[in-house]
């Protein structure tokens, strides 16, 4: 399945907002569900990663597998997905691993530090970041 990021919108048509049923006419069902340590429902698709709070969707998550797009661009088969994703917001955040471009609502680690065992993106509704921001560092790509 081919997932189109809208940023601060949602994937495709699943969008930040939508409660797990909704989810599931778009995405199918769930191979499982948790609550995670924040108390947020977490639901596992072949994939894709789907958490809630009780706002509905807040967070997206992909693993390199996914076809993953942003405009045109497959951003796990580009050769340097950071580049990608600095074209859209040139001003990340470093936080705890993860460089998070805030003017997209996109996340992304394992690339800029070189730990491919943590290769991931996710996209974001607006203020998922916000109680974080005291732990942000610029970020100056090398």
Not at 64 to 89: C, K, R
Request: glycine share 10%.
């Amino acid at each position: 399945m081919k997932f189109e990021i809208k940023p601060l919108i949602g994937v495709g048509a699943a969008e930040f907002g939508m409660n797990p049923i909704e989810i599931e006419s778009i995405l199918g069902p769930p191979r499982s569900a948790t609550i995670t340590a924040r108390g947020e429902l977490e639901e596992a698709r072949e994939d894709i990663i789907v958490r809630y709070t009780d706002k509905g969707v807040v967070e997206f998550a992909f693993f390199p597998e996914a076809d993953l797009l942003l405009g045109n661009i497959s951003i796990f088969n580009a050769t340097d997905p950071v580049s990608v994703l600095l074209g859209y917001d040139p001003f990340p955040k470093e936080c705890f691993g993860f460089l998070v471009f805030l003017k997209i609502g996109l996340t992304i680690t394992g690339y800029h530090d070189g730990d491919s065992s943590q290769r991931a993106i996710t996209s974001f509704t607006s203020g998922r970041w916000d109680s974080m921001a005291e732990h942000f560092a610029e970020f100056y790509a090398h």
